[in-house]
């Protein structure tokens, strides 16, 4: 892999000059389209910078397709602009066809055309380039090793697993070494053991071979594995983008902080305000306050009185004793169910009027079904 | 947010298209190719039609006018034609439900024997045209000289003649064995795929098998019985070799006998137009039924797939079944095939069936060059051929296009090819011969144009089909590989709907191989055809040789529908 990565430089960008390095791959501007009478994607801005890869990531129906295709040229958008390597691409009056824009993408359905051999498929892209045989030959053969797919070169599609098949994609839009990847929720249709492996895969590759990506997925341990940045989108807009890190523990909305990862949201309200500190002490209403950092932004405008919603994760949540003495009296909660999961309990709780999710290494003693419970000191965000 | 993350819409001026983008993005090859289909199909379908309907209501002097209606129903036989049309249609539909639900049933549900021979037989008559088995029943049941008459008369002590095939009886009898297997195929397919468990819960409340079959099961499959309806209606009404065949020695007329008789010189386009009127019109409204009520009906999607447990034993009933199958069989493909086989190798109509009597030459005299039927087989072959080839084509580029384009007036491609479908071929002949006589008058491109028309609907069909189950993406991924619209159709489109190409050849070459109606009227002395020819001898008496020419085109019907085999099995390995 190595070997590959570098005789063929991936990174440089082909058309444009190096030197302009704020140049970006993908740019989205006000992105906006309307399938029937929805608003399937609603003003989108985007930059994915060279080498990078991002992943939309959103329910079911939010616009990551609608937006992928947009990129591809398979859809024109009704507003905005796309830009690849600094050039436009499309906008609502013009768009470049698909086959001119220098894309690889894999499909959810693999689209792996099955009249045609694997290596047939694999070498399309660079025969209708019109290269030499021997190059064909020679670069079909190293991205087919690539995927570790060089035994099963003279198969037809149907000879092969569906995991191999998703393979054969790959391999097929790896093969014209293209500027930017797409892909649109490729590990979908594989099961559970095949997609975990694929993730881990799929990441090694784009980062030894430094390929841009766009990745669509509706399934955020996908997203986390292979992003640098996540775009978290809901409804045709964009609710975030930034790295799994940030998404996963400073979540700029309630809808990113329930979407990625399990959340217990927490009511209460500002009791105090530490600017310098970013952070707010929440006085919650199922009892306790705790110190929650919260958004800049969100901080401005907080003040003592204003209502808050804190954000815990279930693995942030201690039962039993709190992490530092000095720590207030904690919350009460009254016990609804348990499930051991081998390496954790995990508990329903509740507290106040909410339902909690605490995952826990220890049973946890309750009197009369009751306990209390503390948050991990500097877990809590505030989401809004 | 990290800076970089979001653009705001200051960053980067808009960069200008040059013009040369924006013609490439254009993809001219894309707009010339549907534009040229779009135009063929105003040409060969449109034109004709709006022609035919305008020469029926305006007159000579270009007003609107129902004179024209008048005054050619005022014609002589012509409301007796009508009557007799409609009486033909009448007896045929009920003719053909009584035997086809019956026989349909008892093949799907029942452990009769011989139902593989009834498939066989209705699959048979299916093949054979009208004009053709006219010729097997005039030799078998002609008033006199029949060979059943004879049998009859000779051997089973009857006094007269018991059947006489040319009469308006004749007539409705070989039109009933023609078109029954429509009947028989669609509702023998519905009852197969009605799902064991509709009956099976009716059962369980306590329904009886009597019961369950009129309540649960007849409903399910009644829109298959009514789209059967209708095209056996409309196959009736547009029917034209044996009424012709028929009504000349009978002396009798049906509407299309006499549109032909009004195109005859000197023609008489205003007349011929209004006449057709009525048929047009019978078919625009039975189309709209389809369309409209049987569609409403189809919910009940039939997807399952029967079991044993829904097969009826018969018990001492199972041989009175199958002898009813059998006569069915014997009566609608053994005799008439038997009789067209034996007739053109008889040395006379007429002689004893005696081994010295048979011969080989009406044949010679068919493939004799001095002779107008070597001509046909010629003009034949090659108008399959040509309208096999455009007709596949067009098929291929317009159910692309109607699949895979979303524009203004895409829907409207699919309804002028059906229009083209349900619409008789008498009348749409008559269209073309008024839209195209001057430029083509007694040229094979005159006949072309007709049958290319009129078999499009099933090259478009098929072809479409076979792209509606291809997966947008397959294209879609050609396209991001770099390959320009023209050359994903070339790579992976065509290739992968090959298969059903292939069989809409195959398909369009037997019909083509087999009209009549359309080939009567637009036929000239040096541009004939086997079936006018078939005809012609028909109505001269020379049956021998009718047969003789009837046994090549059935032959090589049949032949290239064997290939049919070769591109299913090229299918099945091509998709996975
Ligand atoms: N052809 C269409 N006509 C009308 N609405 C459409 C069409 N295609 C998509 N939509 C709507 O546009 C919205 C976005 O669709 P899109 O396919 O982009 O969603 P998605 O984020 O990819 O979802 P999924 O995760 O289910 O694939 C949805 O609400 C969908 O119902
Ligand atoms: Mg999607």
């Known amino acids: ?384 | 947010m990290s800076e970089i993350s979001l653009t705001s819409r200051a960053v980067g001026d808009r960069p200008s298209v040059s013009l040369l983008r924006r013609l490439s993005a254009l993809q001219p090859v894309r707009f010339l190719v549907i534009g040229l289909s779009l135009a063929i199909l105003f040409a060969l379908i449109a034109y004709p039609l709006i022609l035919l309907t305008g020469y029926s209501l305006v007159d000579a002097q270009g007003h609107l006018t129902f004179e024209t209606f008048e005054k050619a129903f005022a014609r002589r036989g012509m409301w007796q034609a009508t009557v007799n049309s409609a009486w033909l249609v009448a007896l045929v539909t009920i003719g053909a439900c009584a035997l086809g639900i019956p026989l349909a049933w008892i093949v799907a549900r029942t452990d009769a024997p011989g139902k593989a021979l009834v498939t066989l037989a209705a699959g048979v008559s299916f093949v054979i045209p009208t004009f053709i088995s006219v010729i097997s029943w005039i030799f078998l049941a002609a008033p006199n000289s029949g060979y059943l008459n004879k049998l009859a008369i000779d051997y089973l002590g009857f006094e007269t003649a018991p059947f006489n095939i040319m009469s308006f009886g004749g007539l409705v009898f070989i039109e009933i064995v023609g078109v029954y297997p429509l009947v028989f195929f669609a509702v023998n397919a519905a009852l197969n795929n009605v799902d064991a468990s509709h009956e099976q819960a009716a059962r369980i409340l306590g329904s009886n098998r009597l019961r369950t079959t009129l309540t649960i099961t007849l409903p399910l499959v009644r829109p298959a019985i009514l789209s059967a309806v209708i095209l056996v209606m409309l196959d009736a009404l547009s029917s034209f070799g044996a009424p012709s065949a028929i009504g000349t020695m009978a002396n009798f007329s049906v509407i299309t006998t006499k549109i032909y008789d009004l195109l005859k010189f000197p023609p008489q386009f205003n007349y011929a137009a209004a006449v057709a009127m009525p048929i047009m019109v019978f078919t625009a409204i039975s189309l709209l039924i389809q369309k409209y009520a049987i569609r409403a009906e189809n919910f009940r999607t039939l997807t399952g797939k029967a079991t044993p447990e829904q097969i009826l034993t018969l018990g001492r009933w199972r041989w009175v079944a199958g002898g009813f199958c059998l006569i069915v069989a014997l009566v609608t493909a053994i005799l008439p095939v038997g009789a067209l086989l034996l007739l053109s190798v008889l040395s006379s109509f007429g002689a004893d069936i005696r081994l010295d009597n048979l011969v080989g030459k009406h044949y010679a005299l068919i493939f004799d060059e001095n002779f107008a039927a070597r001509a046909s087989i010629l003009h034949s072959l090659l108008l399959a051929l040509a309208t096999a080839t455009v007709c596949a084509t067009l098929g291929l580029v317009l159910g692309w296009v109607v699949e895979r384009f979303r524009f203004f007036g895409r829907e409207l491609i699919g309804f002028l090819v059906m229009i083209a479908y349900g619409f008789p071929s008498i009348a749409y002949a008559v269209g073309i011969l008024m839209g195209y006589v001057e430029l083509f008058y007694g040229t094979l491109t005159l006949i072309l144009i007709a049958y290319a028309g009129k078999l499009l609907p099933i090259a478009f069909v098929l072809v479409r089909n076979g792209i509606q189950q291809l997966s947008t993406d397959l294209e879609e991924a050609a396209r991001i590989s770099g390959a320009g619209w023209l050359r994903s159709i070339k790579d992976v489109t065509f290739p992968l709907v090959r298969g059903a190409v292939g069989i809409a050849w195959v398909l369009v070459f037997s019909l083509s191989l087999r009209e009549l109606s359309m080939s009567a009227i637009l036929a000239q002395s040096d541009t004939q055809v086997m079936p006018t020819v078939v005809l012609q001898f028909i109505e001269d008496g020379a049956v021998e040789l009718a047969a003789a020419l009837a046994v090549v085109i059935v032959v090589v019907s049949l032949s290239m529908l064997g290939l049919i085999r070769l591109f299913t099995a090229k299918k099945t390995t091509a998709v996975a």
């Open chain 1, 1 to 384: 892999m190595p070997a590959l990565a570098a005789a063929v430089d991936w990174t440089a960008p082909t058309s444009a000059s190096a030197a302009d390095a704020g140049r970006a791959r993908l740019e989205l501007r006000g992105l906006r389209k309307t399938l029937g009478d929805t608003a399937a994607v609603n003003g989108i801005d985007l930059r994915i910078a060279s080498g990078e890869s991002v992943v939309l990531l959103g329910p079911s129906g939010c616009g990551k397709t609608t937006t992928l295709r947009m990129v591809a040229g398979f859809i024109q958008p009704d507003g905005g602009e796309i830009h690849l390597d600094g050039v436009l691409a499309s906008n609502a009056s013009f768009a470049l066809p698909p086959e001119k824009r220098r894309l690889g993408m894999v499909f959810q359905t693999y689209a792996v055309w099955p009249h045609k051999t694997v290596t047939d498929n694999v070498a399309y892209g660079l025969e209708v380039a019109g290269r030499s045989r021997a190059e064909i030959k020679a670069e079909t053969g190293a991205v087919l090793d690539l995927v570790q797919l060089g035994g099963l070169a003279n198969r037809f599609p149907a000879e092969l697993s569906g995991g191999q098949q998703q393979r054969v994609a790959l391999a097929r839009a790896l093969a014209t070494k293209p500027s930017l990847l797409l892909l649109d929720e490729p590990l979908s249709n594989l099961d559970a053991t095949l997609r975990e492996e694929m993730r881990f895969e799929l990441r090694g590759l784009q980062k030894n071979l430094g390929i841009t990506t766009l990745y669509v997925t509706h399934d955020q341990d996908e997203a986390l594995v292979l992003a640098d940045r996540i775009v978290v989108m809901n409804k045709g807009r964009i609710e975030q983008i930034g790295t799994p890190e940030e998404v996963y523990h400073r979540p700029a909305s309630r809808f990113v902080g329930g979407f990625i990862g399990i959340a217990n949201m927490l009511e209460g309200e500002v009791a105090a305000v530490d600017r310098v500190g970013g952070r707010v002490l929440v006085a919650l209403d199922a009892g306790d306050r705790l110190w929650s950092r919260a958004p800049e932004r969100w901080l401005a405008d907080a003040t003592p009185g204003s209502r808050a919603t804190v954000l815990l994760r279930p693995q942030d949540i201690k039962l039993e004793r709190p992490e530092q003495p000095d720590q207030e009296a904690g919350t009460e909660a009254t016990f609804v169910s348990e499930t051991f999961l081998g390496n954790h309990y995990e508990l329903k709780l509740q507290a106040g009027g909410t339902l909690l999710r605490v995952q826990s290494r220890v049973r946890g003693t309750f009197e009369d079904g009751r306990t209390r419970l503390w948050a991990r000191a500097g877990s809590a965000w505030v989401v809004a």
